[in-house]
């Protein structure tokens, strides 16, 4: 059978089902890159360096502190799905830097990072009002979420004796309830400052873990 041995009405019906199979472009356009301000990157100055922590119970660990690394994360916004072709967003980036840490013995694994942050505010915010925090994970601590707010400009007061040494002007960050940890390895509090960075961490319920 050759196409004009269908009847009209049938290849109306075909034409249909074609054209709905087809997909749309996606025309959102692009929304570029979001960089961090200069203050940000020169912010993570304790790069490529060793540093002692002592324990409060008598042992110690060296960590070494990586040279800064830089990049954009992939992000999305405003995304409508389209028919049978999946989703169209309009794509943007958010620039990062981040300094990684750990120990020889592999007790300790750390990421320091300052971002753009989108998790409160759009890409179409005004530029002033998309915060750039930074955020600490250290040992992957599945409890502890140590995110500093506006990183820059934010003024610490904070004032913390670890092990006998007092700091100032430190981002504490720790667990409320320390005592319903039953791994000893877990990673409980971290502490923070501008000039010095990590200056001290907390493990299990109460051994404190810092720079001499």
Do not use: H, Q
């Amino acid at each position: 059978m050759n196409i004009k041995s269908i009847p009209a009405n049938w290849l109306v019906i075909l034409l249909a089902v074609l054209m709905a199979g087809c997909c749309s472009p996606c025309e959102k356009p692009d929304l570029g890159e979001f960089t961090l301000s200069n203050e940000a990157k020169r912010f993570l100055t304790f790069s490529d360096r060793t540093e002692e922590y002592r324990s409060s119970d008598g042992r110690s660990v060296i960590i070494t502190f990586t040279e800064l690394n830089n990049g954009f994360v992939e992000l999305v916004d405003n995304c409508d799905e389209l028919n049978r072709c999946g989703l169209c967003c309009n794509n943007y980036r958010a620039e990062f830097v981040s300094v990684l840490g750990g120990s020889d013995d592999l007790s300790v694994s750390l990421e320091i990072a300052v971002s753009k942050d989108f998790s409160t505010v759009g890409p179409t915010a005004p530029a002033e009002e998309i915060p750039e925090n930074m955020r600490i994970l250290m040992n992957n601590a599945p409890n502890l979420n140590c995110i500093l707010e506006e990183v820059v400009t934010t003024e610490l007061t904070d004032v913390v004796t670890l092990n006998g040494r007092t700091f100032t002007k430190v981002f504490k960050c720790e667990l409320e309830n320390p005592n319903f940890v039953f791994e000893d390895t877990e990673v409980t509090g971290i502490y923070f400052t501008k000039d010095l960075g990590l200056v001290g961490y907390r493990t299990g319920p109460d051994v404190i873990w810092a720079l001499p």
